[in-house]
């Protein structure tokens, strides 16, 4: 994946593991809670990756 679609797929899943977190929060179901904290956190380290690659691009562009 590109840098972009890294960035757009993180933001999707972080929206995504909000959502689900305030689901599992609503219905008092734990686990749903939790798994939306993962999926939240999948979505942070996804968007990073996809900063990193555009960072390394820009050094690689300009040499």
Do not use: C, I
């Not at 305030?22 to 686990?31: L, T, Y």
């Not at 990073?48 to 390394?56: I, N, P």
């Amino acid at each position: 994946m590109g840098s972009t679609s890294d960035k757009v797929v993180g933001k999707a899943n972080e929206l995504a593991g909000k959502a689900r977190q305030a689901v599992g929060d609503a219905v008092d179901n734990h686990e749903m809670e939790a798994r939306g904290a993962g999926q939240e956190a999948k979505g942070h380290a996804q968007q990073a990756k996809g900063e990193a690659k555009e960072a390394v691009k820009k050094v690689v562009d300009r040499a």
